[in-house]
């Protein structure tokens, strides 16, 4: 009987929203995190009968059964969240598309909108890192070094920062990168709040400061645009989409269990 495997199908779909749903709302608190929402498809057809129109007479229409469904894929929804302030130096907020670029111990590039960056000193010198300790990269893709002696860290929105030396002059430092892509949604999700560039993203254009639209907010973090209510509303639907598949295994139990009988 074919409901058994279609409702199966159904099932396992909707345990796949469930675990998206999950993970939405384990983020909640992440910082700059993306909600991500389920993606389906309708499986292949079985055509009983086919149309077979002569002279504007016949079967109009298709006999067709389907199969189910199947989770075809995860979307990311890169709107900004709403912004946190802190008042941290080095902490970093996008306002708008873009994102900051890190090199890990393996000298590979990723991306992420997490500027929740810190200091790292070494030698008198004070190297910008994320949490984990991978470098920040400015736009020349080089470290961002700052100074010892250097006070009154600024970052303006577009990515420039400066400091006071020990005679009160104004020194610049460098520029943070930011990099946007052709395609956001093709990077792949790494954890830890970083991506890495797929073929389906494309690479990571460096954003120039005559043509930047996005800004960047010192003092401030990018909290996790999930709604809870949203997800919770979909967590319900969800919920009662698996318990109406079940309830079709069952109901499909049941009558083959009356074909049996009947043989008695």
């Known amino acids: 009987?074919?409901?058994?495997?279609?409702?199966?199908?159904?099932?396992?779909?909707?345990?796949?929203?469930?675990?998206?749903?999950?993970?939405?709302?384990?983020?909640?608190?992440?910082?700059?995190?993306?909600?991500?929402?389920?993606?389906?498809?309708?499986?292949?057809?079985?055509?009983?009968?086919?149309?077979?129109?002569?002279?504007?007479?016949?079967?109009?229409?298709?006999?067709?059964?389907?199969?189910?469904?199947?989770?075809?894929?995860?979307?990311?929804?890169?709107?900004?969240?709403?912004?946190?302030?802190?008042?941290?130096?080095?902490?970093?907020?996008?306002?708008?598309?873009?994102?900051?670029?890190?090199?890990?111990?393996?000298?590979?590039?990723?991306?992420?909108?997490?500027?929740?960056?810190?200091?790292?000193?070494e030698d008198e010198e004070g190297t910008l890192v994320t949490s984990e300790g991978y470098i920040v990269l400015s736009e020349d893709e080089d470290e961002i070094i700052i100074e010892e002696g250097l006070t009154d860290i600024s970052i303006d929105e577009l990515g420039y920062i400066t400091g006071r030396d020990e005679?009160?002059?104004?020194?610049?430092?460098?520029?943070?990168?930011?990099?946007?892509?052709?395609?956001?949604?093709?990077l792949s999700s790494e954890g830890l709040n970083l991506y890495s560039r797929t073929d389906a993203s494309g690479e990571g254009i460096l954003i120039e400061d005559e043509d930047m639209k996005s800004r960047i907010v010192q003092g401030y973090l990018e909290a996790s645009n999930v709604q809870v209510v949203d997800e919770m509303v979909k967590m319900i639907t969800a919920q009662r989409a698996y318990e109406i598949n079940s309830k079709t295994i069952q109901t499909a139990d049941e009558m083959l269990q009356l074909t049996n009988n009947l043989k008695r």
């Open 167 to 186: 005679e009160g002059e104004i020194e610049e430092i460098g520029r943070i990168g930011l990099f946007r892509f052709t395609n956001p949604e093709g």
């Open 1 to 121: 009987m074919r409901a058994l495997w279609t409702a199966a199908t159904g099932m396992r779909g909707q345990q796949f929203n469930i675990d998206t749903i999950a993970n939405n709302l384990s983020n909640v608190n992440t910082t700059s995190y993306k909600t991500q929402r389920a993606e389906f498809k309708d499986l292949f057809y079985t055509t009983l009968k086919r149309t077979n129109l002569t002279d504007e007479e016949g079967r109009p229409v298709n006999l067709e059964v389907g199969h189910g469904v199947m989770p075809t894929a995860t979307k990311r929804d890169f709107r900004n969240g709403s912004f946190m302030e802190t008042n941290n130096t080095f902490d970093l907020a996008i306002d708008g598309e873009g994102f900051f670029a890190v090199i890990l111990p393996n000298d590979q590039t990723r991306y992420t909108r997490d500027g929740s960056f810190k200091l790292s000193v």
